[in-house]
Structures are given as C-alpha cells and as structure tokens.
C-alpha cells in the first residue's frame, strides 16, 4: 500500500513536470492558468508521496510482539547431553558441541516418543506438585496494519520473524546441585 502511494506520488510530480514543460510550448495564451493548475497538482503529489514516506518511517512502530502457547507435552523422562556436531574437507574439520535437553514424553497411554530441546533457549522451573512437562511458546512479531486489512480483505497474517522458546516444569527436588572446584 504505501509503495502504492509512493509509486503515485512520484509519478505525479514526474507527469505534472511534464505538463508546465508541455504548456511552455505550446499553449502561451492559458499559460498562467496552465502554470497554476500544474502547481497545484504537483504540490498534492508530493504531499502524497511525504505522507508515503512518512508511513514507511512509522511502520516500525506499527510492530508488537505476539507470544503463544504452541504446544503441551507431558514428560516422562528428562536428561541433560551435548550434542555434537561437525563438518570439514580436506583441509579443515570443524566440530560443534550444542547442550541439548534430551526427553520422552507421552503420546497417550501407551506410546512414547523423544525429543530435544536447545538449553540455551529453554527455562526449568522447579514446582511443588506439578506434572513434569514441556511447554513451547513461539514468538511472532506481528504488524498492525496487517491485522486491519486481514478484517477487510480476509488476508491471512504474515509475521516478520518468529523465535521458539521453551518452559520445561519438574517437581522441587529434581534438580541436583553439586559444586566442584578443582584448580589444577
């Protein structure tokens, strides 16, 4: 919409340029009323294309941050690992170590599956009595003139970028924590 606008803005001030060149020309007895007409189109072009510009400069401020729940795993069992990981050619070898936490978690009465989370976006929270599970938040930012037009044009939404997050919550006295100082 607003490169609509600026695309509109310019091309009028392109095409009222062209007429005062054209009324030079050509027409010397309207030209004052020819000049005046041209200068007023002109002005309301650029008005137009400044309020486009404008627009893309508040766009930015158009933006929020959308945080929802995406889904809810029971959990089984929970472990802390590295993961490692690595590339190379004849020249180079490049290895990767990524701390994961590795999990099973129920699919109904009788069935498992595994999975793994990144730590480094993950939280663990300690509860009294709770149920073990695994939570995933995923985070959109959103644009509100897009959340406007999905009512009027019935458009679906678009997000900028989105990130993943994770909430793991295990009952108090899960956790071990020991402390090991070793200064060799």
């Given at each position: 919409m607003?490169?609509?606008?600026?695309?509109?803005?310019?091309?009028?001030?392109?095409?009222?340029?062209?007429?005062?060149?054209?009324?030079?020309?050509?027409?010397?007895?309207?030209?004052?009323?020819?000049?005046?007409?041209?200068l007023?189109?002109?002005?309301?072009?650029?008005?137009?294309?400044?309020?486009?510009?404008?627009?893309?400069?508040?766009?930015?401020?158009?933006?929020?941050?959308?945080?929802?729940?995406?889904?809810?795993?029971?959990?089984?069992?929970?472990?802390d690992n590295?993961?490692?990981?690595?590339?190379?050619?004849?020249?180079?070898?490049?290895?990767?170590?990524?701390?994961?936490?590795?999990?099973?978690?129920?699919?109904?009465?009788?069935?498992?599956?595994?999975?793994?989370?990144?730590?480094?976006?993950?939280?663990?929270?300690?509860?009294?009595?709770?149920?073990?599970?695994?939570?995933?938040?995923?985070?959109?930012?959103?644009?509100?003139?897009?959340?406007?037009?999905m009512?009027?044009?019935?458009?679906?939404?678009s997000?900028i970028y989105?990130?993943?997050s994770?909430?793991?919550?295990?009952?108090?006295?899960?956790?071990?924590r020991?402390?090991?100082?070793?200064?060799?």
């Open positions: 607003l490169w609509f606008l600026i695309v509109v803005g310019f091309g009028g001030v392109i095409g009222t340029l062209s007429i005062i060149c054209h009324n030079f020309k050509y027409e010397q007895e309207n030209h004052m009323r020819n000049t005046l007409i041209s007023i189109f002109c002005v309301i072009f650029l008005i137009i294309a400044i309020i486009a510009i404008l627009g893309i400069v508040s766009i930015n401020s158009m933006t929020y941050e959308e945080v929802l729940q995406t889904d809810n795993l029971e959990l089984v069992s929970l472990a590295s993961q490692i990981s690595g590339k190379g050619s004849l020249f180079y070898i490049s290895i990767d170590t990524n701390e994961v936490y590795s999990f099973y978690y129920k699919v109904d009465d009788t069935s498992f599956k595994s999975g793994k989370v990144k730590s480094d976006i993950t939280t663990i929270y300690e509860m009294d009595d709770c149920i073990p599970h695994i939570e995933e938040y995923t985070t959109y930012l959103r644009n509100k003139l897009d959340d406007k037009m009512l009027f044009l019935l458009i679906s939404r997000s989105q990130e993943t994770y909430k793991i919550y295990v009952p108090k006295g899960t956790i071990l020991t402390f090991n100082l070793d200064s060799q």
